[in-house]
């Protein structure tokens, strides 16, 4: 018995192709492939059923419906708002809102779109709390405005499976008459600056002015007492000088007149001669002095040399101390004058020094004895 094979007519082979054509579609309909960012809430014939995780899913074909969940943590703008201040002064504001999904079930459950519910309610919390704030703060307390909008928006969005990371306000912009104002305030505030550093710039260069004016005056009375001790010191040694000068010129000249008499009484005829011993004396000194003789019996005619006395009177063997003390009370100490004027820059207190009167009438002891004997000798 021989089999034939079945022969299907024009009907079955379209029933055939709508039969491989539906277990196409459930196959396609029963793999759902969820990303990796995502969590698909999952429903069968409307009732929830689960989450669907990354991956590969077999659902329900022709009866499942599922909605994505971007899990990663996603941005809101949240539009200009005006709001009125504590202290009656309208502004405006932006900020921006980070949440993230934190339970996708909550989220399709518990509120319709949570994006724009955390938008709306981010509205208004920031005008709410700009409302409580006085302008100054508004303008000043950025950190605190936001602590506040999210903490405001911590609680509801729990509910929603929300969690409010940050919350940033961009702007704050009081209205066109305040910013005039403000600047105006500004410019004021920056002219009264100006104003006082010029003030103290003029007093401090004031302040430096005298300094060098009164170091100058002390300085000038210091050379002029100094140039009077030693003016007054010359005089004394140019006093000295004439006199030993006038002495031996006297001494020439009476030796001078002795010689003419000796040569007179030389011509006469007495051979018996009666000399005064001062003539001797100084003719014996007037030859040593033409011999060049060095001979240590009498001072040689005409010697400048001072005896000890004289000299310590006129404290010449103190020249050169005295010349040295001079210059180094001449010299000005650079440094603690500029240590001085960094004072005064700094508006410190000014440096203690003495008046140029109480310097100079305050001589060193020195010079007082300097003075005495010249008065003395004189």
Not at 126 to 138: C, I, Q, Y
Not at 343 to 360: L, N, R, Y
């Amino acid at each position: 018995m021989v089999i034939e094979p079945l022969q299907l007519g024009p009907v079955g082979g379209v029933v055939g192709l709508l039969f491989l054509l539906v277990v196409v579609v459930a196959v396609w309909q029963a793999v759902e492939i969820v990303d990796a960012t995502e969590k698909k809430a999952l429903t069968v014939f409307g009732e929830y059923r689960q989450l669907l995780e990354p991956g590969i899913n077999f659902i329900p074909p022709f009866v499942s419906q599922t909605h994505a969940f971007d899990m990663r943590t996603q941005t809101l703008d949240v539009p200009r708002q005006e709001a009125i201040t504590r202290d009656n002064s309208p502004v405006t504001a932006d900020a921006v809102v980070y949440i993230k999904v934190m339970d996708a079930r909550k989220a399709y459950l518990e509120v319709e779109d949570y994006k724009t519910a955390v938008s709306n309610l981010a509205q208004t919390t920031l005008r709410a709390v700009l409302g409580d704030m006085e302008l100054d703060d508004t303008l000043n307390k950025r950190q605190e405005i936001n602590a506040r909008i999210r903490k405001e928006l911590d609680e509801p969005t729990d509910e929603w499976g929300i969690r409010v990371e940050s919350v940033e306000v961009r702007e704050v912009n009081p209205s066109k008459d305040v910013q005039q104002a403000m600047e105006q305030q500004t410019s004021a505030e920056r002219r009264r600056r100006a104003m006082i550093l010029e003030a103290q710039g003029e007093r401090r260069s004031a302040v430096e002015e005298a300094e060098g004016e009164k170091q100058s005056n002390i300085i000038r009375a210091q050379g002029e007492k100094q140039s009077q001790i030693l003016e007054a010191q010359g005089d004394a040694i140019s006093t000295v000088l004439r006199a030993k000068s006038a002495q031996s010129m006297g001494e020439r000249a009476i030796i001078e007149r002795g010689m003419e008499t000796l040569e007179n009484i030389g011509q006469g005829d007495s051979s018996t001669f009666i000399m005064p011993q001062e003539l001797t004396s100084l003719v014996g000194r007037y030859g040593q002095h033409l011999t060049g003789s060095d001979s240590k019996t009498k001072d040689s005619l005409g010697s400048l040399d001072f005896d000890e006395e004289t000299r310590e009177m006129l404290g010449l063997d103190d020249i050169e101390d005295i010349l040295g003390q001079i210059d180094e009370a001449a010299e000005l100490d650079t440094e603690a004058m500029e240590q001085e004027a960094e004072k005064v820059m700094s508006g410190g207190s000014e440096p203690d020094i003495k008046p140029a009167e109480e310097v100079v009438s305050e001589p060193d002891e020195e010079d007082l004895d300097v003075e005495t004997e010249t008065e003395t000798e004189e």
